[in-house]
Nanobody, 120 residues
Framework: QVQLVESGGSLVQPGGSLRLSCAASRSISSIDAMGWYRQAPGKQRELVATMTRGGRTNYADAVKGRFTISRDNAKNTVYLQMNSLKPEDTAAYYC??????????????WGQGTQVTVSS
């Protein structure tokens, strides 16, 4: 198991930037994939960005070119740098850790979320 704690959410103006952090309770180098998801009011939770243990990244089309996922293994922390923020980026952002149990089975752990609000 792993505990995840997000931070960095805030109110920001359109066009601004934020960096979210996700601190893990154990070594992230042992986690198969980590990522960020978001959920806006009345909508389903959606993938924002993921990074595998090998460093392969994946981004939602809506954030490509604006958001960057990264990690610091020494600090057991994953980051989400968000630039050129838009009002539609407003959501609760959740950190996720994924363990691959088998070829078809995964275990997921979630943080409590951090709120990002983009508004003038």
């Amino acid at each position: 198991q792993v505990q995840l704690v997000e931070s960095g959410g805030s109110l920001v103006q359109p066009g601004g930037s934020l960096r979210l952090s996700c601190a893990a309770s154990r070594s992230i180098s042992s986690i198969d994939a980590m990522g960020w998801y978001r959920q806006a009011p009345g909508k389903q939770r959606e993938l924002v960005a993921t990074m595998t243990r090998g460093g392969r990244t994946n981004y939602a089309d809506a954030v490509k070119g604006r958001f960057t996922i990264s990690r610091d293994n020494a600090k057991n922390t994953v980051y989400l740098q968000m630039n050129s923020l838009k009002p539609e980026d407003t959501a609760a952002y959740y950190c996720n850790a994924q363990y691959d149990i088998s070829a078809k089975t995964q275990a997921h752990y979630w943080g409590q979320g951090t709120q990002v609000t983009v508004s003038s």
